[in-house]
Each structure stands twice: as structure tokens, then as C-alpha cells.
């Protein structure tokens, strides 16, 4: 069965510090990790995207890493700012041959606070 | 901002009534995607519409049912509500039914459905 695990459920840290969320995946065959940040009670909205082949990718003060031997991948905040507060989810992508639909797996996030 | 939007943004119905939500793809997406996202949940998939036609469907009953238009605006209608159903209902739009692609998934802000 396809998942998507991530930790922590839960993080809360000051204004100006760095903070790193897991994720781990079991989807197979895998074709692309994509992180969201969803803002309470909002859609998400995509940070990165990364294929089987790309190891690090940057959005601002957002780095997300995927070793994909280990289906591990992880989401660096750097300098937080109070607006990162919000969940961050990760969601894997299995290739799909034949058929059609929409083969996401969504982790449940990770509920961030920034507090000053 | 995305592009994509939903209606109602919020609503309140009672067990065993019917629901319509509806989804306003992004200008040129052709596929647009529906899941529901319970308290502190991430997302779970429903049901894909690509070209107008149904294309993969998650673990949902057969009351969930849905439609695509030809300009590719969507509904999702359930029918016989259960509280259960209560959740943020997010729909998503896409060029392509992203299978394999990297191609960007936009969401809209979501329909908050109460069952009382």
C-alpha cells in the first residue's frame, strides 16, 4: 500500500530560527515528491517539486532534499518568518502506465507555529 | 492566487440531504481533480475528470458523483450525507491528468461542508 509519513505532527519555534520536516514514502513505482504549505482553512499551495533524479530543489527560503534510495525527503525553513506558520504536507506520485487518474498520496502534514 | 474557484465557500446541511460543490478550473487546464480533507487530515483523493470524463476514482461510495463541463469547470454532488462527510472539500485543477508528468497542481480554497 502506497503512504506518505511525515514528522513531526507538530513543531513550534521562534521567529528567526531554521526548522527541517521528514518525509518518508512507500510509493511505488515512484515518479515525483511535491511539498504544499496550507495556511488554515486554505488550499495548498506548492512549494517544490522534484523527480527521481533531482536531490535538492529551492523556493526562497524553502529547500527540499530527496534521496530517493531511502524514499526519504525532507523540507528546510530557513530564517522563519511568523506567516510559515501553517501545515506542510508532503505528497508522492506514483507512475502509472496504463489507466488513468490521479495517483497522489498525500501525507497529513506537519502543523508548523512560528511564535516570536 | 491560483485561479481556481469553488462555491460555496462555506455550508451547512443536515444527514441525508444532497450537496452540489462547484469548481472553476484555472484558465487552460483540462482536468481537474476533487478530494476531501477531514480535521487535521491531509487530503484524500475522490474522483479525476479529464476531457469531460471520469479518469480514476479513490475509495469512495458511489454517492459521491461528479461532472465535468465543456469548459472544464467540475461539479461534485453527494448524495444521502452522512456526518462523516463533513470536511474540506478541495478541488484541484490541472493541464493533463498528471500521471507521470511533473506538471503543477492548483488548488482552490476549498468548500467547507458541515453535516449536522
Known amino acids: 500500500k502506497n503512504q506518505v509519513e511525515q514528522s513531526p505532527q507538530s513543531l513550534i519555534i521562534l521567529e528567526g530560527k531554521n526548522c527541517t520536516l521528514q518525509?518518508?514514502?512507500?510509493?511505488?513505482?515512484?515518479?515525483?515528491l511535491r511539498w504544499y504549505k496550507q495556511d488554515t482553512g486554505r488550499g495548498p499551495v506548492s512549494l517544490t517539486i522534484?523527480?527521481?533524479?533531482?536531490n535538492t530543489k529551492s523556493n526562497g527560503r524553502y529547500t527540499a532534499t530527496l534521496d530517493a534510495d531511502t524514499k526519504q525527503s525532507s523540507l528546510h525553513i530557513t530564517a522563519s518568518q511568523l506567516s510559515d506558520s501553517a501545515s506542510y504536507i508532503c505528497?508522492?506520485?506514483?507512475?502509472?502506465?496504463?489507466?488513468?487518474?490521479?495517483?497522489?498520496?498525500f501525507g497529513t502534514g506537519t502543523q508548523l507555529k512560528v511564535e516570536l | 492566487e491560483t485561479g481556481v474557484t469553488q462555491s460555496p465557500t462555506h455550508l451547512i446541511k443536515t444527514r441525508g440531504q444532497q450537496v452540489t460543490l462547484r469548481c472553476s478550473s484555472q484558465?487552460?487546464?483540462?482536468?481537474v481533480s476533487w478530494y476531501q480533507q477531514a480535521l487535521g487530515q491531509g487530503p484524500q483523493f475522490i474522483f479525476q475528470?479529464?476531457?469531460?470524463?471520469?479518469?480514476g476514482r479513490g475509495n469512495f461510495p458511489p454517492r459521491f458523483s461528479g461532472l465535468q463541463f465543456p469548459n472544464y469547470s467540475s461539479e461534485l454532488n453527494v448524495n444521502a450525507l452522512e456526518l462523516d462527510d463533513s470536511a474540506l472539500y478541495l478541488c484541484?485543477?490541472?493541464?493533463?491528468?498528471?500521471?507521470?508528468?511533473?506538471?503543477?497542481?492548483?488548488f482552490g480554497e476549498g468548500s467547507r461542508l458541515t453535516v449536522l
Open positions: 484541484a485543477s490541472s493541464f493533463g491528468p498528471l500521471v507521470t508528468k511533473t506538471g503543477e497542481l492548483f
Open positions: 518525509c518518508n514514502y512507500t510509493v511505488s513505482p515512484f515518479s515525483n
Open positions: 522534484m523527480t527521481f533524479s533531482e
Open positions: 505528497v508522492v506520485s506514483a507512475a502509472r502506465l496504463t489507466g488513468g487518474g490521479n495517483k497522489l498520496t
Open positions: 484558465s487552460g487546464h483540462n482536468t
Open positions: 475528470y479529464y476531457r469531460e470524463e471520469e479518469n
